[in-house]
């Protein structure tokens, strides 16, 4: 204890990136820091909850986080906004960490969609995105808990059509959902903060736009339906899209650790996965989508993704080509399939380790944790023995990291 006094703390911060409709910071997610900084020598890492907004695309997340790290007005690009028509600036912040640097690099946790999001960061920070001086090396981790990279059937379950996509199935879950994000950001300049859901540069609030505008955007969105928006990002052909033009590329100076959760297990002949019984006790809805995950017919959708395929691209046989799929594309978590939560592109073409090993750059290290659900580890702090021993293991491999000389 007398160390915390004499020696200054050395490690990196960490940045924690939330998934899909998160935005529950620190409250929720309770004492995890105990465990990440228990081997720590009396010193306590920096922990930075990012500010993005929990309904956005990626690219709009990846430019929220930038900025909210480095401070400044968000600016979605000018050629992005203009393609999806939406403004080019958003909020202005302080910035939680001016500092961010080569010299000044950060940790990175992203939880689901939060995943992909950091990736999309790092993509855009190579491409020379914000500025000549942002570098990928920025980031010196990327730590990722049930990230959808290679996208889910659960947004074709919730509504969005196996046919044409970014279209939307209506009175379907995910129609009603979009619903309740217009009027909350309808409704957003009377509304608590916590409601906040970073909106503005779509103009969708009661200072943009009249009551019968909203009244259209009911009925038809156009937010849900279009390419820059949460639920595209999360299909096949979206993650497909991302990797055919190498987004998603591990970068030689960067550590990368997975964490992908499942809690089904085959069932009867076929390749089918469902739920063993003492996950079922959980949560119904979850337990439905988890169901409905590990029976999913992909024959149906189009484009044909690209685990479909064959080698001459033709679609022939679909339908066997699907029930020779390995277990992984339906083991799931109750949101996401195995597969889509080890990395981005397939085994084959990138780098990648599926067991525990010592922290090395420019390589993917998978761990698959059983009889686990998408939010059995995180957000909600519940102080059982999975989360525990994450967060122990987690401050372990960040310390190591520190450790290797780059
Ligand atoms: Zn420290
Ligand atoms: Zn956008
Ligand atoms: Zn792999």
Redesign the pocket.
């Known amino acids: 204890m007398l160390e915390s006094n004499t020696t200054p703390c050395r490690c990196l911060p960490l940045v924690i990136v939330e998934g899909f409709l998160g935005r529950t910071g620190s409250i929720v997610w309770g004492h995890f820091e105990n465990y990440l900084n228990k081997d720590c020598l009396g010193c306590k890492r920096k922990i930075i909850f990012s500010s993005v907004g929990p309904v956005s695309s990626l690219h709009d997340r990846a430019c929220e986080l930038y900025y909210s790290l480095v401070g400044g007005t968000v600016d979605y690009g000018e050629e992005h906004s203009a393609v999806h028509g939406h403004a080019q600036y958003g909020r202005t912040t302080q910035g939680l960490y001016p500092q961010w640097s080569s010299e000044n690099p950060l940790h990175f946790l992203g939880h689901s969609i939060g995943g992909p999001t950091i990736v999309k960061l790092q993509y855009l920070l190579k491409q020379g995105f914000f500025s000549s001086r942002a570098h990928p090396d920025w980031i010196r981790s990327v730590n990722t808990i049930s990230s959808p990279f290679r996208g889910t059937q659960a947004v074709y379950i919730l509504g969005e059509c196996t046919e044409s996509a970014p279209r939307v199935r209506s009175c379907s879950p995910g129609s009603i959902i979009a619903r309740g994000i217009h009027i909350i950001s309808y409704l957003s300049p009377i509304l608590p903060r916590a409601l906040d859901l970073h909106t503005e540069s779509r103009r969708m609030s009661f200072h943009d736009i009249n009551v019968l505008s909203l009244l259209k955007q009911l009925w038809k969105s156009d937010w849900a339906e279009s390419f820059d928006c949460c639920p595209y990002d999360v299909s096949f052909t979206a993650a497909d899209e991302r990797e055919a033009i190498g987004e998603g590329e591990p970068y030689p100076g960067t550590f990368y650790r997975s964490c992908a959760t499942y809690m089904t297990q085959k069932v009867g002949g076929g390749n089918a996965h469902s739920i063993s019984f003492t996950s079922s006790m959980l949560l119904s809805p979850m337990l439905f989508m988890a169901r409905a995950i590990g029976s999913f017919d992909f024959s149906t959708i189009r484009p044909v993704p690209s685990f479909l395929r064959s080698g001459d691209g033709k679609e022939q046989d679909l339908i066997n080509r699907q029930n020779n799929l390995p277990e992984e594309y339906r083991a799931n978590d109750g949101v996401v399939p195995l597969f889509s939560q ?2 981005p592109f397939p ?1 084959s073409s ?1 780098h ?1 380790q ?1 067991s525990k090993g010592p922290p090395a750059p420019g390589i ?1 290290i ?1 761990e698959q944790w059983n009889e686990t659900t998408h939010l059995s580890l995180v957000p909600l702090w519940i102080s059982s023995s999975p989360q525990k021993r994450y967060w122990l293991e987690l401050g372990c491999w960040l310390r190591g990291i520190e450790m290797v000389k780059t």
């Open positions: 080890w990395h085994c990138t990648c599926h993917w998978v």
